[in-house]
């Protein structure tokens, strides 16, 4: 995974409420990495436990002492209505740039 051989790399955290599993949480934060490689605003998300929407404003936020682009998702599952804030960091730098010793 070195960005000299094309790959981007970054990390993802999570802030939300109980009613999904993980593989779910996992399913939207997949979502989200991928809307932030092909600079999506807006997205609409749906499987066999929720649906809704999953969107940014492609603000910088901090939770913690960790940063990203934060990704906000507002779902209706068969427990009620669930809310779930990404965070997405890419480590990548861009083109050109020294591969990160992190």
């Known amino acids: 995974m070195l960005e000299h051989m094309g790959t981007r790399w970054g990390y993802v955290f999570l802030r939300s409420a109980n009613y999904l599993s993980p593989d779910q949480f996992h399913e939207l934060m997949v979502q989200a990495v991928e809307m932030y490689l092909a600079g999506e605003d807006e997205r609409e998300v749906k499987n066999s436990e929720f649906e809704g929407r999953l969107s940014t404003e492609r603000r ?3 939770m913690g002492g960790l940063g990203g682009q934060r990704f906000d998702a507002v779902l209706e ?6 809310e779930a804030t990404f965070l997405v960091n890419e480590q990548t730098g861009g083109t050109g740039v020294a591969i990160s010793r992190n």
């Not at 599952?77 to 669930?82: L, N, P, Q, R, W």
């Open 60 to 62: 910088y936020e901090i």
């Open 77 to 82: 599952t068969a427990y009620g209505k669930d």
